[in-house]
């Protein structure tokens, strides 16, 4: 049976932190935005709070959501051993690299931060956990290189900022 409340467990820090892919959906006034990630790209800050670094992509949709004060949803699932959903609903904040929490937030991270457009805050205000038994389950095998090598060849020939710059989702007129 599933529940809400206000904070993460230690229960729930334990599972998060065992999981290879999560979910991350954002929405304000535009589609709702649902987006796989992996990597090492998620640290529990405390029971409300988390960073998550973002590398390059099509679009900065979280970004702009998170502008526009809309809603964040990250959630998590068990594809091995018992099963469990576990939803974190927040609001979120963008840290540029000028920003100097940046470098704070970096210090959680094992990756190569030049291949990181920023990182988000997320500020959780509700926990939700469900059964999660209509989930498959599935061996994890490892993680796909694509997107991070991407990032750091386009830091590594100067054209890192013009990438970031070109593919941001226009704002609302």
């Known amino acids: 049976m599933g529940k ?15 999981q290879q892919l999560f979910y991350i959906a954002s929405c304000s006034n535009h589609e709702v935005n649902l987006s796989p990630r992996g990597y090492e ?3 529990v800050i405390d029971e409300n709070s988390m960073y ?10 979280t970004a702009r959501d998170i502008g526009e004060d809309g809603e964040i949803t990250i959630v998590f699932n068990a594809f091995e051993n018992a099963p469990m959903i576990l939803r974190c609903f927040c609001k979120g904040e963008t840290i540029l690299k000028d920003n100097p929490e940046f470098a704070t937030a970096s210090e959680f991270f094992s990756e190569d931060m030049n291949a990181i457009r920023q990182i988000f805050k997320f500020n959780i205000y509700a ?3 469900s059964c999660g038994m209509g989930v498959p389950i599935m061996k994890y095998q490892e ?3 694509q997107v991070r090598n991407f990032a ?3 830091q590594r020939e100067g054209k890192f900022d013009q990438y970031v710059k070109d593919h941001e989702v226009p704002p609302v007129l």
Do not use: P
């Open 4 to 18: 809400q409340y206000k904070a993460l467990e230690a229960k729930d820090i334990d599972f998060i932190k065992k």
């Open 152 to 154: 750091l060849k386009m």
């Open 52 to 61: 998550m670094i973002d590398y390059l992509g099509s679009g900065n949709r």
């Open 127 to 129: 926990v939700e956990t």
């Open 41 to 43: 790209s998620l640290h």
């Open 143 to 145: 993680e796909r290189a």
